[in-house]
């Protein structure tokens, strides 16, 4: 599959500064920006789509990220929840902000693109040689837990597992086993 080059060859820099906090960032568009050449070199093609999903009276932005590359299709989904009330924004904002969030992760996802530095991962304490990154990005449980209520068959529940880091896994064994059991 095409996808596995365009991961391989994909650098989306952190380009985008947040003073506030003091750290450097990447958004959907930076991503986006990155990667348009690859899928013109490669022939592929790529969408972006959000829906509004209600899961326990909160509202969430699921963005649905999809490469295709004539013979496969490959989709990618991500969460984001709306604040309810955000000062200095209107309603429209806020969603907006929630899909800006929502796409840049599906993208992180369809792309295995990490946000995340281990300090470790870029020491190489003095031998000049730095070790990878080994550690996948956690994605907070609230995202997780949304993403298992609404797999709607056994092998979605599969792929979510299979994503999960080892500590991930036991910490939600018994939520994922309880799912499986409904579906």
């Known amino acids: 599959m095409k996808l596995n080059l365009i991961q391989s060859e994909l650098k989306a820099p952190k380009n985008q500064r947040n003073t506030f906090g003091n750290y450097n960032y990447r958004s959907a568009e930076d991503i986006l920006e ?8 490669y022939d592929c093609l790529m969408t972006i789509s959000d829906t509004i999903v209600e ?3 909160r509202v969430y932005v699921k963005a649905t990220a999809t490469f295709l590359d004539g013979d496969n299709t490959k989709e990618v989904c991500a969460f984001a929840r709306e604040e309810e009330a955000k000062k200095g924004m209107d309603a429209a904002q806020i969603t907006g902000s929630a899909s800006s969030y929502a796409r840049k992760y599906a993208l992180n996802g369809l792309f295995l693109i990490d946000d995340t530095k281990d300090p ?4 190489d304490h003095g031998k000049g040689n ?5 550690n996948p ?14 797999a709607k068959t056994k092998d979605e529940l599969v792929k979510i597992w299979q994503g999960l880091d080892p500590d991930t896994r036991v910490e939600l064994q018994e939520v994922f086993s309880q799912r499986k059991a409904e579906l």
């Open 120 to 123: 470790d991962a870029t020491n």
């Open 55 to 57: 899961v326990g009276g």
């Open 34 to 41: 990155a990667v348009k050449p690859l899928l013109k070199k």
């Open 137 to 150: 990005k956690r994605v907070d449980s609230d995202t997780i837990l949304l993403a298992v209520r609404m």
């Open 130 to 134: 730095p070790r990878e990154e080994k």
